[in-house]
């Protein structure tokens, strides 16, 4: 890998440096939205360096890039968007660029409102750590016999809801809903006393499959565009009395929030290390080859209402047991297709130590050992005021390729 040095001033810790490149959706002062891309504090806008015509041999349409998504534009392809990327890197070290002579197009990240980068068609969230799954079986059902017979051999997952994922930023209500009160045999309807959250990443496809054909393994990865970091809210007391026999419903989709950049990739590539041994052996279609999880370094903060933030977990993506191509294989073997701008949740990322852990209902094991925060208050769960933020980054010889962070503050429950 060559050192890129670029003209621009970049914190040598910012997430968003030259080797990064996220692509996003922003508006400035309530203007129209359209296509940008992160580079250190600052958003390039993407229609107003197209209106130069430095994309003309690139693109179809500039309209492409004066979007309220980025669908359009990533249907486009990879043989588009990593050569858009690959020129505005080359142009940020090149004080001869275009860009370079019009910095009126870099606009400073903390004057620009952010939007959801995608229109989601569908949303799948799989159940993809073993630690995960192992400390949840061990809390609701047997700790003898923790993971379910088919969990090593299949990336267990459900559809989940789409109209109701956000942007960081956005707040969200405290649920209501049938819980069952312990001991009891009748449930109540009541604002959710067990709200919390669940650290994942998600990626988007960035291309069309065809109905009735499975995406064999070894092409799964030409169909992954890029990563946001995910918040998969959950509402466990909600969960655990609906969740039979069909699985999370109204405990999840209330919300979930995603950060607000697309990290592509091609930008990720360098961060690539080798998955936990899968034993049993999988069959042949989970069969893949090469490095396929990712070093990526992750964090959750909870700040209470007016008070610091803890942080609470530190965790890792490359724990995760089921990579993200053998997802996409068994999410079509079936035949289901995938199309631009669906939605894929690695499930919750627990490590192996219990400060890695990536849900409350873990780090407090079902609310028996609070967490103690750092203003001297404890939490069991969420509560109203609390801010919630994931923060993830790569780093590897100088290069940093971060997500910036995801986060939501919990309001109270509308009155009843
Ligand atoms: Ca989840």
Redesign the pocket.
């Known amino acids: 890998m060559n050192t890129l040095n670029s003209w621009l001033d970049i914190a040598a810790d910012s997430d968003f440096s030259i080797y990064n490149l996220p692509f996003g959706v922003f508006s400035v002062r309530g203007g129209k939205p359209g296509l940008g891309v992160a580079i250190g504090e600052y958003v390039i806008d993407l229609y107003g360096l197209a209106a130069l015509g430095v994309f003309d041999d690139l693109l179809p349409d500039r309209e492409v890039l004066n979007q309220p998504y980025l669908n359009d534009f990533m249907a486009l392809g990879k043989g588009v968007t990593a050569e858009l990327r690959l020129r505005l890197q080359a142009w940020l070290c090149d004080t001869h660029s275009e860009l370079y002579r019009h910095q009126e197009l870099l606009f400073e990240q903390k004057e620009v409102s952010m939007h959801l980068p995608v229109k989601v068609g569908d949303y799948t969230?799989?159940?993809s750590s073993i630690e995960h799954a192992t400390n949840v079986g061990k809390m609701f059902r047997d700790p003898e016999n923790a993971l379910l017979p088919n969990w090593r051999h299949l990336p267990v997952a459900y559809h989940?809801r789409a109209s109701s994922i956000v942007v960081s930023g956005t707040p969200v209500r405290r649920p209501w809903g049938q819980v069952l009160p312990k001991g009891a045999s009748q449930p109540v309807f009541q604002p959710s006393a067990r709200l919390d959250f669940?650290l994942?990443m998600a990626f988007v496809i960035g291309k069309n499959s065809q109905l009735g054909k499975p995406i064999p393994i070894g092409q799964a990865g030409d169909y992954l565009f890029g990563l946001v970091l995910?918040n998969?809210w959950?509402a466990r007391d909600i969960q655990k009395w609906e969740y039979v026999p069909l699985g999370?419903f109204l405990g999840?989709n209330f919300a979930s929030s995603i950060s607000p950049w697309v990290v592509p990739m091609e930008a990720l590539a360098p961060f690539r290390v080798t998955g936990p041994q899968q034993q049993p052996p999988v069959l042949p279609y989970l069969q893949y080859e090469g490095e396929q999880n990712y070093d990526i370094a992750l964090e959750v903060g909870l700040r209470p209402e007016g008070g610091e933030e803890t942080v609470i977990s530190r965790t890792n993506f490359r724990y995760m047991y089921w990579n993200m191509v053998q997802q996409l294989a068994h999410h079509t073997v079936n035949g289901c297709n995938v199309r631009v701008g669906d939605l894929m949740?690695?499930?919750?990322i627990s490590g192996p130590d219990p400060h890695s852990y990536g849900s409350l209902l873990e780090l407090a094991w079902a609310g028996s050992r609070p967490l103690q925060l750092a203003g001297g208050e404890s939490r069991s769960f969420l509560q109203d005021g609390d801010t919630l933020s994931l923060r993830g980054h790569a780093q590897k010889n100088g290069m940093r390729v971060g997500f910036g962070e995801v986060s939501g503050k919990i309001l109270p429950a509308m009155e009843g």
Not at 345 to 348: F, K, L, P
């Open positions: 969230d799989f159940y989940g669940e994942e995910f998969d959950s999370p999840k949740a690695s499930g919750t």
